[in-house]
């Protein structure tokens, strides 16, 4: 009996042992590793990115800008106090610029789009700038042009209630935060 006991407490550490070592093995592989032959699409996204910046009211922050706060990867930060507007930032070609800005005040806007507008007229302006939609969950809807991608969010009226536009470096893609 006591020797099933033992058996038991030795398999239970070599089970142990084997997830953390398979563990570590995975977060060496989700390092940054640059995609080779994408360096046109990722001009053509800071191309992007600088269309946005120019003809968007983000706050005061600025697409793949440095912060104005001091921010940890995946830590969102308020951009103005009293509001739920935040930015945050991850790895982008091996630096941790904003890639991530979410609105829900009216006063902000990205390409003109704001909270408030309806569905079909942030539909048009998006197709209109060469975006292209994907798939999304419901009363939400995506669209994406290299590695920028917009989304908002949308009531039953299909009146917009929050905005949301990131940057997403496929390098990154698959690393736990």
Sequence with gaps: MKKNWIILIVVIILLIGTIIIVNMIERKNNRYIPPEGDEEIYQLTEEEVARVNANSNLLGCELLGEAPEPSTDSLMVDIRKDTEDYYMCFQYRGK??????????????????????????????????????????????????????????FDDNGVLVGLGICIEDPAYRDIEY
């Design 96 to 153: 941790s610029p904003i890639t991530a800005i979410n609105l829900y005040s009216a006063d902000a806007d990205i390409y003109g789009i704001s909270v408030g507008d309806t569905v079909d007229s942030a539909n048009d302006i998006l197709i209109a700038e060469g975006y292209v939609r994907t798939s999304a969950p419901e009363n939400t809807f995506n669209y994406r042009k290299h590695y920028v991608c917009i989304g908002f969010d």
